[in-house]
C-alpha cells in the first residue's frame, strides 16, 4: 500500500478513535452527574430517617401496596402525605402556587391536617394572600389551640393585616374614584 494511502486510513483511525474518546468522556461526565445525584437523595433519605422524617418515595411506594391490597384508607392516608410533603418542597423552592395546589389535594383527603393547614398557609403568605392564610391558621387552631408555633403565625398575620387595612382601603377608594363607581353626575 502506498504511503498516502497507510496515512489516509491512520488519520481516519484516529478521528474514530479521538470520537469514541470524545463519546466515552461525555458518557462518563453524565454517569458522573447520575452518581452525584444518586448519593445526594440517598444522603437526604439517611437524613429524614434520622429526624425520623418518612421519605416521600417510600410513602408514594407504601400507598400504592395498600392500595393494590385493597387497603383504600391507608393508601389516602399515604397519599395525603405524599401532597403534604411535595407542598413542603414546593414551599422550599417558593413555587407558592404549586404548594397551595398539593396542599388543598392533602387537605381535600384529611381536611384536619394541622402541619399541611400550616404549609398551605405559608404558601398562601408567599403569595400575598394573608387573609386566605389566616383562615388556614385558625382551622389548625381550631384542632390543636395550644400550638404555640401557630399562635405566634395568627398574631403575625394580624398584625400584617392591620398594617395593610389602610393601603387597602385607600386603594380601594381610589380605584372606586378613578373608576368613576360611586360618584355622581355633574
Known amino acids: 500500500m502506498d504511503p498516502r494511502t497507510l496515512a489516509q486510513r491512520a488519520h481516519g483511525q484516529m478521528q474514530a478513535n479521538i470520537q469514541a474518546m470524545q463519546d466515552w468522556s461525555r458518557e462518563l461526565t453524565a454517569w458522573e452527574e447520575v452518581m452525584a445525584a444518586e448519593d445526594e437523595a440517598l444522603r437526604q433519605r439517611k437524613l429524614r430517617r434520622e429526624r425520623g422524617e418518612e421519605d416521600p418515595t417510600d410513602i ?3 400507598g400504592n401496596i395498600y392500595y393494590r391490597q385493597g387497603d383504600l384508607k391507608s393508601a389516602l392516608r ?3 402525605l405524599a401532597y ?6 414546593h414551599l422550599k423552592l417558593k413555587n407558592f402556587e404549586a404548594a397551595v395546589e398539593d396542599a388543598s389535594l392533602a387537605l381535600a383527603l384529611d381536611p384536619s391536617h394541622v402541619k399541611t393547614l400550616q404549609r398551605r398557609a405559608y404558601a398562601y403568605i408567599g403569595q400575598g394572600m394573608h387573609h386566605a392564610a389566616l383562615r388556614d391558621i385558625d382551622k389548625a387552631l381550631g384542632y390543636h389551640p395550644d400550638n404555640k408555633e401557630l399562635r405566634v403565625e395568627k398574631k403575625r398575620l394580624e398584625e400584617k393585616l392591620k398594617s395593610l387595612a ?3 382601603v385607600l386603594s380601594s377608594s381610589s380605584v372606586s374614584n378613578d373608576s368613576g363607581v360611586g360618584l355622581t353626575g355633574n
Not at 403534604?84 to 418542597?89: G, K, L, Y
Open 166 to 168: 389602610p393601603i387597602e
Open 84 to 89: 403534604s410533603n411535595r407542598a413542603m418542597v
Open 60 to 62: 408514594r411506594e407504601q
Open 78 to 80: 399515604k397519599s395525603k
